[in-house]
């Protein structure tokens, strides 16, 4: 379309840094004379990005009723180049030999006003159906190749759209520059023939006198350049000027033409000298075209359905996110897990195998983008919408068939990550990385928004250690880490210098012998989140994040839970508020739901209180945050909430 182009090339012309990508704001597509629609962009996208492409044409149509009540598919634009009365003959062909079916018959009604084919469908016919079938077996639908092979300089050359543009911006600049030289000397010719003909004015007695003196015309000439110092042509001029050129009209003229010569020369000077005046003046030549040739695009762009935004499809739902020891993955919605009071047994969350187990499990929602880090140091990236579906109680699939991870490798981390394409979001925003052996690695978020589908090294893993944790921070959150023997650490991100991808990280927590991190937190400040901790036989407890004193970073910390017989090992440790539940999920796959404002909040060195029962043989696998589900009621089983006061009778009764 000539001015979307023209647009393209002002555009150009104002910034010649511009990108390719940014030229498709201006120029849509192809533009073709007899109108139709452009189905599907991707093909245009790559025409105008690469110079090679496919565009895929079709008629314009509308779907009407008869009279009598019959569907009709109306064409009232057919593709370019494509023969009317060619086509109405091949769609005749075609029901004849019985190879489109649901057309009665079709009748052309084009006249002076514009072109309408009436395509009549039979009663049980569908109009949709019988417009697909044309396109595929008709010139309602026809395809055009696009490659832009063009001569530069001489040399064959494919041609993107922002080449074209350029070149052609170009060859308009040097026509401006020869054009202007071409008029300069051109006026400065006539200047000097006027300078030598306002002489001869001047000095018309004395010029005749010379004229009739000379024996001819040559003699003549030369006796005035002697005189005048005139050049040959300002004395030939002369001769050949007519009696008319002496009277007074005929002077002013010479002499408003001599200043409209210096004006024209001092103005191609200045155009000349100055290569921003030659583009402005090809600006306004290409707007001046466009306002007089330019119309508006008579072919329209449609997307094809192939085409369309994922997530147009996709609600942005909460998702829970599971996987298993063995790698199966998953989303269910998060609706499908029910609420239970403290202490309760459980719903069956996951079908596995007898030797897997759920390991972890993270919230996002559909539109996300999910960073993967795995226990061997690496990063994935994933859209939620491409994990796949599963029901509570379904296996999932395994996760070598969704992401490109190694088979000995391990998913230990996710983070939710909504905008990888803001740059202010991706430099402001860090990730934090924690290792067993209690190494911690900070690094910009931009150093992961750039998704590759083999994904890459996010930290540098020594051998023996594994990757536990990785959270997502804005610079000032206070990070703690909490080791299987009951101790944390807490200490401000600020103290912890960032460092590129490439890097092993520094030293977080010392630990003695045997131990290892089981879980690391970033509370933001000004958060009212508190610290949560669950032993691997149940017991847990929260705790205002105050009373963990802040200490630098690589000590050994401060006890965070009182570590028995009775309530085991460390397993996690997790920021929470009143308006989270705790969803636990144990080896055997049961899970259990319950509402965090049910947990009391204790002191740091306490062993806290019941939160799961626990079969025989069975053990926590993996426990996470979720936002309260305020929509169901909490469903108390028997049994639930027994306080740590109780008898260890009781407590058994309940198991």
């Not at 998913?411 to 909504?418: D, E, F, G, L, T």
Request: with cysteine; glycine share 8%.
């Amino acid at each position: 379309n000539l001015g979307e182009v023209i647009d393209a090339c002002c555009a150009f012309v104002d910034n010649p840094e511009i990108a390719c990508e940014e030229l498709l704001k201006y120029v849509k597509g192809p533009d073709f004379p007899t109108g139709g629609i452009i189905y599907g962009y991707e093909g245009v996208r790559e025409a105008l990005l690469t110079g090679r492409g496919r565009v895929v044409m079709r008629a314009r149509t509308e779907i009407e009723h008869t009279a009598s009540g019959r569907e009709c598919i109306v064409i009232t634009e057919i593709p370019y180049m494509v023969n009317k009365a060619e086509m109405i003959k091949k769609i005749a062909d075609l029901i004849n030999e019985k190879k489109i079916e649901g057309i009665s018959y079709i009748n052309d009604e084009s006249d002076r006003n514009g072109m309408r084919i009436i395509v009549i469908l039979k009663h049980d016919a569908v109009a949709s159906v019988v417009l697909n079938t044309l396109y595929k077996n008709t010139p309602l639908q026809t395809s055009f190749a696009v490659n832009n092979i063009a001569l530069v300089n001489g040399r064959p050359m494919m041609l993107n759209l922002l080449d074209l543009v350029q070149h052609f911006v170009e060859h308009r600049h040097d026509v401006i520059v020869r054009r202007t030289r071409f008029d300069l000397a051109k006026a400065e010719k006539r200047l000097h023939i006027v300078l030598g003909l306002l002489i001869a004015q001047d000095n018309i007695d004395e010029i005749i006198h010379i004229i009739r003196a000379a024996k001819n015309p040559d003699l003549a000439k030369q006796a005035m350049m002697e005189r005048f110092s005139l050049s040959d042509a300002q004395a030939s001029a002369i001769i050949e000027m007519r009696l008319r050129a002496l009277t007074g009209l005929e002077h002013d003229k010479l002499v408003a033409e001599r200043n409209e010569l210096e004006a024209q020369i001092a103005y191609f000077n200045d155009v000349l000298g100055s290569r921003e005046l030659q583009m402005k003046i090809v600006k306004d030549e290409l707007l001046e075209v466009k306002a007089k040739y330019g119309d508006e695009r008579r072919s329209e762009i449609v997307y094809a359905s192939e085409e369309f935004n994922p997530e147009d499809f996709y609600a942005d739902d909460e998702m829970v996110i599971t996987i298993s020891h063995l790698g199966y993955i998953k989303r269910t919605p998060l609706a499908e897990y029910r609420t239970q009071n403290r202490g309760g047994v459980g719903a069956k969350g996951s079908a596995t195998r007898d030797e897997d187990f759920i390991e972890h499990i993270y919230m996002a929602t559909m539109h996300n983008t999910m960073l993967f880090f795995t226990e061997k140091g690496r990063c994935y990236w994933l859209k939620v919408y491409e994990i796949p579906e599963g029901t509570r109680s379904s296996k999932g699939r395994a996760i070598q068939n969704v992401i490109q991870i190694e088979p000995d490798d391990k998913v230990r981390a996710y983070i939710n990550v909504k905008r990888l394409d803001d740059a202010e979001y991706v430099n402001n925003n860090y990730i934090i990385m924690c290792t067993k052996d209690g190494t911690i690695k900070k690094t910009k978020l931009e150093a992961y928004s750039r998704p590759r589908q083999n994904g890459v090294n996010a930290i540098v893993i020594r051998e023996g250690d594994q990757l536990i944790e990785a959270k997502l921070t804005s610079g000032n959150a206070e990070v703690m880490i909490a080791a299987r023997e009951g101790k944390a650490i807490r200490f401000n991100e600020n103290t912890v210098r960032p460092i590129g991808r490439v890097g092993a990280g520094v030293r977080g927590i010392s630990l003695d012998e045997g131990d290892e991190v089981v879980g690391m937190i970033c509370i933001e400040p000004n958060s009212s989140q508190d610290v949560l901790v669950l032993s691997e036989n149940g017991y847990g407890k929260r705790t205002d994040l105050d009373e963990y004193r802040i200490t630098n970073r690589g000590g050994k910390g401060v006890k965070t839970i009182n570590i028995t017989e009775k309530t085991g090992k460390l397993i996690s440790i997790q920021a929470v508020t009143d308006e989270n539940d705790l969803m636990i999920i144990n080896r055997s796959g049961l899970t259990i739901r319950t509402a965090v404002d049910q947990i009391r909040v204790a002191g740091r060195a306490t062993q806290g209180v019941r939160i799961i029962n626990l079969r025989e043989g069975d053990a926590i696998a993996s426990v996470i945050a979720v936002p309260a589900n305020e929509e169901e009621e909490p469903a108390v089983l028997d049994g639930a909430g027994a306080p740590e006061s109780e008898s260890e009778e009781n407590v058994s009764k309940e198991q």
